[in-house]
């Protein structure tokens, strides 16, 4: 059987370009992240024939092991996260291409290894010299990984040929670690190598925001001050912190979803209208919008911590009382903020920004609230559950969008209503929703970069979170001061509250 053997009959149609002949290698291949996020993601992609047939898998980890043993390993484990029905001569064909490097991230004789390794499977698989490499370790590796690679020679584009790397987050803890970071990358790299991913730009109702602004007439000229009264975005997650204290003992709710996820949601739903939708064009309106960002003032901004309490149910405990967290512990699990684009389309429009742990269910949204109708000549008659319009982008775990409108209650009399116009993802396409992993893998493949954070970016967004830590670091604040399986502390009702106006609830 030649190794460069098309794939085995599709299981999904194919919609995409095909990926370029390459090796992916994975630093770290025997964590979570490989079994549960990244061979799912590459398996569905191979079987939607959206990887080349002349495509394999080198993956580093420091568990002594052959090749073959990690095979088996990896088919075992991968029975549990697949998100489907396992093709059994796809699996075999997806397996036979994965190749396993024992060693130390610190040690240069792993990447002398790993280069015999590549060299032997461009032969094997014919991938025609083009590699990424994925860096799924924890973050003290990522310079150094980086460098040892580029000194094996391994980043160098020639002939043709590309190099890539996918950083996961977090990338930096604060704006001059993100510096340094970038530094020590760039050193070695070019921008367009290096590849930050967040995951939450990975999914499909992500992309559509550009899709529903820029592709529909009747949004862009209302999408600014004159017509939105305001917007909300929430990221809310029912789970605690699953057995991440040493992580969220350092980071918080601020580095860990608000720097990143958060603050790139706002910058999507704000930014300008790119000349093109090539990766600079995009990133470069994003960043415009996070320079116009000035930071929020104290009473602008409310940080929370849960308490014990209940969650579907189920008594869950409190953030001190989770395993390797100090009893003590003064690291906030919940963030809210209300802040300004200072640019001529968002001027003194207000995003009410919110993000936690232990809420009364997941949930990301972005709702843009239009301002009311003036003068409703029946405003009298109008039912109470009457509101203003808003267009709701449901980013998980339902995707879609909504658009409540005022309809006349049937019968006589002019009685009016809010109503919904649904869109659904899965009733519309009738297809199932590619994971975000597998659309940003992608990607990478493909050399697109739209999707993935830049270096200006990301320190932009340090700017604005170091400036508010800052100002945290100044006061204790009482916690807890929310109970697990609410929406979070009272104080974040104030902080819209005080301008008349409401969290929204559904």
């Not at 079994?35 to 799912?40: A, E, F």
């Not at 940080?303 to 001190?320: I, K, L, M, N």
């Not at 990478?444 to 200006?456: I, K, Q, S």
Request: include cysteine.
């Amino acid at each position: 059987m030649a190794l460069t053997q098309a794939l085995p009959t599709p299981a999904k149609p194919r919609v995409g370009r095909v990926a370029d002949p390459c090796v992916m290698v994975i630093f770290g291949v025997t964590g979570d992240l490989t079994k549960r996020k990244l061979l799912p993601a590459l398996y569905n992609l191979a079987s939607q024939q959206l990887l080349s047939r002349e495509f394999a898998i080198v993956g580093i980890g420091r568990t002594p092991m052959t090749s073959e043993e990690a095979r088996i390993k990896l088919s075992d484990e991968f029975k549990n996260f697949a998100t489907g029905a396992v093709d059994p001569d796809l699996w075999e064909w997806f397996v036979r291409r994965l190749h396993y490097v024992s060693g130390n991230f610190d040690d240069p004789t792993t990447y002398d290894r790993l280069k015999e390794t590549l060299a032997k499977v461009e032969t094997d698989h014919g991938t025609h010299g083009n590699v990424f490499f994925y860096l799924a370790t924890a973050p003290d590796y990522f310079c150094e990984i980086v460098e040892r690679v580029a000194g094996v020679g391994l980043m160098k584009e020639e002939n043709g040929q590309w190099r890539r790397v996918i950083i996961e987050k977090p990338f930096g803890h604060d704006l001059e670690s993100a510096k340094s970071l970038n530094r020590s990358l760039l050193k070695v790299a070019g921008e367009h190598q290096i590849y930050r991913i967040d995951h939450y730009l990975g999914k499909e109702t992500v992309q559509n925001m550009l899709a529903l602004r820029f592709a529909n007439g009747i949004f862009e000229p209302i999408w600014n001050r004159q017509f939105v009264d305001h917007v909300q975005i929430t990221v809310a997650e029912s789970i605690g912190i699953e057995n991440r204290s040493a992580f969220y003992e350092q980071a918080g709710a601020i580095r860990d979803i608000f720097q990143n996820h958060l603050l790139q949601l706002l910058a999507l739903t704000a930014m300008e209208p790119p000349i093109d939708f090539t990766a600079d064009s995009v990133r470069n309106e994003k960043v415009k919008v996070l320079k116009a960002m000035h930071t929020p003032g104290p009473k602008h901004v409310v940080r929370g911590q849960y308490g014990p309490g209940f969650v579907e149910g189920e008594a869950v405990r409190g953030y001190r009382e989770e395993i390797g967290v100090a009893p003590g512990s003064l690291t906030d699990t919940f963030v809210a903020a209300k802040l300004f684009v200072d640019n001529w389309r968002w001027a003194d429009t207000p995003f009410y920004v919110r993000m936690g742990k232990r809420l009364a269910r997941r949930e990301t949204t972005i709702a843009v609230q239009f301002k009311r109708a003036p003068h409703p000549p029946f405003e009298d008659s109008a039912a109470e559950g009457l509101r203003p319009n808003v267009l709701l982008i449901h980013v998980q775990p339902n995707e879609g969008v909504s658009l409540a409108i005022g309809a006349k209650v049937p019968g006589q009399g002019m009685t009016i209503r809010t109503v919904h116009m649904d869109f659904l993802y899965g009733g519309a396409f009738r297809t199932s929703l590619p994971e975000a992993y597998e659309r940003l893998i992608l990607d990478t493949l493909l050399g697109d970069g739209t999707l993935f954070t830049r270096a200006d970016e990301v320190e932009e967004q340090w700017l604005l979170v170091d400036a508010i830590v800052a100002a945290w670091q100044r006061d204790r604040p009482s916690f807890p001061n929310y109970a697990a399986g609410t929406w979070g502390p009272p104080s974040a009702d104030d902080l819209i509250h005080r301008d008349g106006r409401s969290w929204r609830r559904s």
